[in-house]
């Protein structure tokens, strides 16, 4: 049982590149969540899931698409990157809303 | 508007008790509070959560005032490994903001040897 497992962990993309992040969890979990975290800051919500083929916006979505195909997949796209969008980049998955959420252990990506 | 206020950082001797303490005067009746903390840039990790009583689990105890307006974690005996940043958060039960948790800066408790 891996739990919550991200790809890649570590990214450079120059300005305006695209690319995707993929966050695959094996627990059987209705909603995923993407968040970024800045250096010193808590966690952003940028998009979640509630189940397979919805998605929706959380505080911080632009600049990022995102898409819930199959359920154990919540993949985070960003189309022409910029140097804002230097993150870490945490993915999160979670059986009920009320339950506890499970992190994975995050991408780091450097826009120069 | 944050919902929570924690003191940016803590100290605490190993061995000891660790009491991080949260402020959370304007929940509502229908708002969890929850704990999290982040070790070295790790993934978050689930601690506890509780709405108006004490909890207490493995890792930790939580104590929520009668009022409901704070709060304070307890780690009963602070090891090394303890080191982390400490989030606290409150989750309304339904409705908007319901799904999501919402982190602020958290508290950095630093044990020391």
């Known amino acids: 049982n891996a739990g919550v497992t991200q790809t890649p962990k570590f990214r450079v993309l120059k300005t305006g590149q695209s690319m995707t992040l993929l966050c695959a969890q094996d627990m059987n979990h209705e909603y995923m969540y993407w968040y970024r975290q800045d250096p010193g800051m808590g966690l952003r919500l940028i998009h979640y899931s509630v189940g397979e083929g919805t998605t929706a916006k959380g505080e911080v979505p632009d600049g990022y698409n995102v898409s819930r195909l199959k359920k154990q997949n919540f993949l985070l796209g960003l189309e022409s990157a910029a140097p804002s969008q230097t993150s870490v980049y945490f993915c999160?998955?979670?059986?009920?809303?009320?339950?506890?959420?499970?992190f994975g252990p995050g991408t780091r990506l450097t826009v120069t | 508007d944050a919902k929570t206020t924690q003191p940016p950082s803590m100290d605490c001797a190993e061995g000891r008790a660790a009491n991080l303490p949260c402020n959370h005067s304007?929940?509502?009746?229908?708002?969890?509070v929850y704990w999290y903390r982040q070790i070295h840039s790790q993934g978050p990790q689930y601690i506890i959560h509780g709405l108006k009583n004490n909890e207490t689990n493995e890792m930790a105890s939580l104590i929520i005032t009668e009022d409901r307006k704070s709060s304070t974690l307890i780690l009963p005996h602070a090891t090394l490994r303890d080191t982390a940043v400490y989030y606290c958060i409150v989750r309304p039960i339904s409705g908007a903001g319901s799904y999501q948790l919402t982190f602020g800066k958290g508290t950095k408790l630093s044990v020391i040897p």
């Open positions: 999160a998955s979670v059986q009920d809303w009320a339950y506890e959420q499970y």
């Open positions: 304007t929940i509502s009746g229908n708002e969890y």
